[in-house]
């Protein structure tokens, strides 16, 4: 069988990691091109966990040489130097995954949350690769806009029960994530003291995955309360959503339809736990009623479901290949 | 001066440690009868690190030894056994601070909830040992019920806001704890493995401090939609309150009017973190409103405010000492 | 291709787990036996993140059965438990990988540590299950002793160094595990509580797997000093090894040396690291030297390495195989 | 009672903030100098758990501020920093306990080891501040060098069993530290996602704190081989000792009559953990051991009798106060 060339651009961070511990697995696509901000090194030296794995040359990042390498490229940069690349790469006629929030929001909602947009055109033609909500668009995007973690488990928790909230009461995301959510830059936050034997809220209220949130569930910004919290562990989010609800029916049966031909949703029948969906693309998905009080639980492992294993998904889908090509679905258990 | 005689039955687990722990440095209590269910060992023997500290020869529990040795006790058992020794030590004229749920709730309520209440008479005349609710009737009050853990840090983060809120809209507490909040008792729950890198809800809104907070508060307790999550870290917990508010108010001016009185209780001016009060009696709480959404957020330490300091501080009231005598206000930082 | 049929008994502890979740997904063995003491249950119905990968059917450990359905069974049992199982299965021509200790001493080493032998004709004709030791004896044994976690990463540090050593100097085996090493029993050692910001010494100089070190590495049971440390964490393991060199070497030279053929020993320029191996079956070893002083530090996931992965190494050199079939080499980082 | 007014330069800090802690709280000193190198701040602004505790202004560093106001100052600077401020207050006759490096070694090993040094006279005079081994010098100490945290573990550790030990054979101190250890600076190495789930060793045979317990135990340097590890958790550090021993002695029995007349030195029955001394100034220690073998277990907070906690002690013993005047002996636990 022949392999596609795919690249990654943001080799360094945890995100970029993970792309290449799926991607030198992956039965189909063959990583050609890795690269970061400074080159001269390799994925091993990067990454020592990575010895006897991987010892590919990590170059410093270059359009011209990932179009000329690579059918498809992921993107593993912060917001607003990703876009910098986008356009001259989808110019080239290369496919572009996103995992930055360049190409999540509309164009207003983006500009009031993070900064000028410069690639107006493309952001028009992406596709918001949340696999169960755009799954037929995704088939032909040349572009895709790699969803964030919070919104990824909100919105998968969300979407089953939209039909029965009562509409424009408040929608609460309570969210909870490790510590790899915030990179691996240096700040009082990741110091090991500061995070041990803690827990705190942080934005509330105010963290611009709420317009994302918002955006795609088709309902207003106003309406969506969401607080992030940090705890003291690696990896995995979990939302914890209130919405108050009308009609009868049964929580489970209700997520079982929903996502009966989605193959990485679980649905649970205890509240979801961090660890069974560490190291998968799986979001665990859990609710329980009381009144007219629902309660949903939604797990992911942030930087799989919430980046990277999610977008291989999209890359999967992009190129026609099966959607669950090199996914992980063993988790880090115990 | 003259110390005051006091009695611990329930030595053996983490609020009895608390409790001993503040007790044998208290300026006015003179820790002279220790209990638990067996007897036959001392202080430092169950707590190691009481070495050097603390020898105090550990009972098997008596009444009778109690009511002659002490003129107030602290249980720290389970509900139900506690009643069985309130009622007599009351009889016998002695004063009562218990840790236990057997006198917070109404008959009715503590019948649904718990099990059958053997003691109506005591539970009529208890006071519920919340200062900063009750502090007047707890001057005279015989008999204590200490609140929980959860429905301290709820119910001190709602109070001040209750006049604000939007009559009969959903009260929702989405609170975590540490693991001391368990017990002592091994279970699945508290196995290491379980709980490290990991992250889960339980009872969701089914658990039996919801009625608690909704009894206090004077809301139905269908109003009350609770869920505790279990976090991986010892001690601390946190509650994230969201409720609809009306009206014009400053957050951090309303917290400051409405505990501008209260030693222990901290307004902050950024989200609150489990480590600031872990070891002490403060509850820390911060306030944060977007439209008709107010997030609080009020932390304590669930062994501390959520059991044991709040347990002396309420003696202290009863027997006319200083609110803060012996209560320790240096948290465990860093 | 066609597959080897391979059973597992002992399907609820840790090693059970990992060995499931290698061989759903190992390219030549198929899991067609899962049992325990108990059965009436299924692979996700026991370990819940296994919902989604494998619902095969557990049942109640039964010789005939696991003789009839497989080539090869690998024991997860405990140590006395694994021998009552091993005879008839030999006997009934299946071959064995058993991670228990029962067949990894000689007869008056395992009786003085452990309990009676009853199958000391099979104990004379297992092989030790360290491919790097006896790779060519595995290729033709019926039934392996699958190493301790201990000794694999003592003994693969220290194998390399053992001609430099000076003779009757003191082996000193300063090891750290994960909590996971304990298993999933329920004990005061494995209360979050008593783990979290803890750490101590257990069984020092006294622990079983230190006449298991002396034995493998050919030296007198006193001249190994063994003391484990329980370290707050889930799965990993660090043997830091102190022994009294003589004579000229590069250190790094002499494990790259004796390694060169080994494809899961890692040699590492800097100290290793639990996270660098954890989820994988590498050996990670560091050395240095200073005057007659040599420091080895050698890491292992304790569950992999120290017990499920190296098993399935040693089947797959069983049956011919290649050595890595179906063994991650894709550490749990970050 | 008059009390002693001290001051504390280096604030910011952990060892800053633990002095504070518990000179707010101390019968005999008066904390009237609080300074960091940068002032215009307060205790509870640079410490947020301060809040409602100490809001005492801090300064910028001034000599002659502090030698106005203070008879005794404590340093909490970097090695380097702390001779600078030594010097003029030595000079303006104020008493210093140095919690640094600078005063700890004879000169040739201090520059050896560190830096060149610029106060040689003053070096010269110093009291290395182990109460157990100078108690008599530090009465009399003008300028207290307060031991390192790893040679405080270590040689209470070692101290009573040197004349047992065959001489010229290895002492092995293989150590595990917090990471408080590492200080509030931002680093690879504090960074939660590295350190979390994570262990191992750090500058192995080569750390600083070597040459500091090879002189206080009068032993070349050559023969102490100390290796340092990074465990996941906050405060508290074991020291495994291993030495060769000769003669016949009850471990227990020596350790109990070595410190029979030491406040804070607890002898265990079982292997000590780190938890029973965190947040006090006990070094808990237990011996084992096998043959001429010598197994030693040695316990302390490292910010605490590994720093601030000692240090206040030297001051108590300089100033003729109770040595535990001030001393918290309440263990953070649970």
Do not use: W
């Not at 030296?45 to 690579?70: I, M, R």
């Not at 009966?260 to 660890?275: G, Y």
């Amino acid at each position: 069988m022949t392999h596609i060339n795919v690249g990654v651009i943001g080799a360094s961070g945890y995100t970029g990691l993970e792309l290449v511990k799926m991607l030198v697995k992956h039965p189909n696509f063959k990583l050609t091109y890795l690269a970061n901000s400074e080159g001269e090194t390799t994925a091993d030296e990067l990454h020592p966990s990575l010895k006897g794995v991987c010892d590919l040359e990590v170059q410093k990042a270059s359009v011209t040489q990932a179009s000329n390498e690579c059918e498809l490229v992921f993107l593993a940069l912060p917001h607003k130097t990703a876009m910098a690349y986008v356009k001259p790469l989808i110019a080239n006629g290369v496919k572009v995954v996103d995992l930055s929030a360049d190409y999540r929001l509309p164009l207003y909602t983006y500009e009031a949350f993070y900064t000028e947009h410069t690639d107006v055109a493309n952001l028009e033609h992406s596709v918001y690769g949340l696999p169960e909500l755009f799954r037929q668009e995704l088939k032909s995007a040349k572009l895709v806009a790699n969803p964030g973690c919070f919104p990824t488990s909100a919105i998968l928790g969300l979407l089953p029960f939209m039909k029965y909230r009562v509409e424009h009461t408040p929608i609460i995301v309570d969210a909870k994530t490790g510590v790899s959510g915030a990179g691996k830059k240096l700040s009082e936050t990741t110091h090991f003291v500061n995070v041990n034997d803690n827990l705190f809220a942080y934005n509330p209220l105010m963290h611009r995955h709420a317009p994302e949130i918002a955006d795609k569930l088709g309902v207003d910004f106003e309406e969506v309360n969401f607080v992030p919290h940090l705890v003291p562990l690696t990896r995995g989010m979990i939302s914890s959503i209130y919405i108050q609800v009308e009609g009868d029916f049964d929580e489970e049966a209700v997520l079982e339809e929903y996502y009966k031909d989605a193959p990485h949703v679980r649905i649970s029948k205890v509240p979801t736990t961090m660890k069974d969906v560490a190291g998968t693309n799986f979001c665990d998905i859990y609710a329980k009623r009381k009144g007219n009080m629902l309660f949903i639980s939604s797990a992911i492992d942030n930087l799989m479901r919430g980046a990277s294993s999610q977008a291989i998904v999209n890359a999967n889908i992009m190129m026609g290949l099966a959607e669950d090509a090199g996914i992980p679905d063993i988790a880090y258990v115990p």
